[in-house]
Each structure stands twice: as structure tokens, then as C-alpha cells.
């Protein structure tokens, strides 16, 4: 039994209509729960605030709520509302961190296969050149945030070394 274009449409228009319909009906529920829920627990804490009231006098009343709002500050600021806020780096500044280790990583890749590193200018300049290729999508498993989160990592200084070997292939020396 095959179904008509026409019939498929007009009966994914009628889901679609349908899925509205239920998400509208279930998110109106759900605001009268949450209001009658919110007025319930106000109802709650006045008839509480009040007893307390009756039972302590105005003296200790007064301290209890004091302790109790500052308990509840702290909460709030501690336990609910904490993110640690960013690091204050700029642009170029993370940048400049992200070339300087990603240098030493080439140097110690290059000291382990036994060449000595070419001038820190052209180290640079060929880093630079691996980044750029690495924010492009070229390299993979071996890119920048996957270099930075394992630094001491041998893959990843062996990696470095080889793209420095073959993007200075005339200029490096052996170490003796």
C-alpha cells in the first residue's frame, strides 16, 4: 500500500499540530502546579514565621531571622549562585601562552630525535604555521586543544618535532 505525497503532508501537518497542542496544554499545567505550589509554601511560612513568633518574643525572634538570612546568604552565594568567574587573559595574551608551550614542546620532540632546534625566530614562525593549520582542520587527532591538554605527551612533542623537521628540513642540525 504506498501513500500519496499529499496524504503524507497533510498527516505530518496533523502531528505537528497535534505535538503543539499537547506542549501548549502541558506547559499551561505545569504553570498552575508551579502557582499553586508557590502559594502553598508562602501559606506555609507565614503560619510558621508566626508561630515562632508566639513562641520566642521579639528579642530572640529578631536574632533567629537575622542568623538564619545570613545562613541563607551564604547559601546563595556558596552553594547556589557560585561559577568561578573566567580568568582575566586577552586574546593575544592566550595566544602568545598557547605558542610559547607549544615551542617547548617542538624543542623537547626535537632533542629526543636528536636535532638541535633551529633559531627560536623560524621555531616560531613554523608553530605558527602548525596552528594555523590545526585551526583549518588539517590535523586531526593532532591538533592545538588536543597538543595543549596533554603537553608532556610523547605523541605529541614526536608530532611537533616531525612538522618542524619537515618544514625546516635544510637547516637543522644533528645534535652530537
Known amino acids: 500500500m504506498k501513500m500519496s505525497e499529499q496524504r503524507y503532508l497533510q498527516l505530518r501537518r496533523e502531528t505537528a499540530s497535534l505535538r503543539e497542542k499537547e506542549a501548549k496544554e ?3 499545567r505545569d504553570r498552575r502546579h508551579k502557582k499553586r505550589t508557590i502559594r502553598s509554601l508562602e501559606r506555609y511560612l507565614k503560619r510558621s514565621n508566626r508561630l515562632l513568633l508566639a513562641l ?6 529578631d536574632a533567629t531571622l537575622t542568623m538564619w538570612q545570613q545562613h541563607v546568604r551564604w547559601m ?3 552553594l547556589v549562585y557560585f561559577k568561578p568567574l573566567p580568568p582575566i587573559i586577552r586574546p593575544k595574551q592566550r595566544q602568545q601562552k598557547v605558542l610559547d608551550l607549544l615551542t617547548e ?4 620532540g626535537l632533542k629526543n630525535e636528536g636535532y638541535a632546534p633551529p633559531e627560536p625566530r623560524e621555531l616560531r614562525r613554523v608553530v605558527r604555521l602548525y596552528v594555523r593549520s ?5 590535523e586531526g587527532r593532532n591538533s592545538v586543544p588536543g597538543m595543549l591538554k596533554y603537553p608532556n605527551h610523547f605523541d605529541s612533542t614526536w608530532f611537533l618535532a616531525q612538522w618542524v623537521i619537515s618544514r625546516t628540513a635544510a637547516e637543522l642540525e644533528r645534535l652530537p
Open 56 to 61: 520566642m518574643g521579639n528579642p530572640e525572634y
Open 134 to 138: 590545526s585551526n583549518r582542520g588539517r
Open 105 to 108: 614542546m617542538a624543542i623537547r
Open 26 to 28: 502541558l506547559s499551561e
Open 76 to 78: 546563595r552565594l556558596n
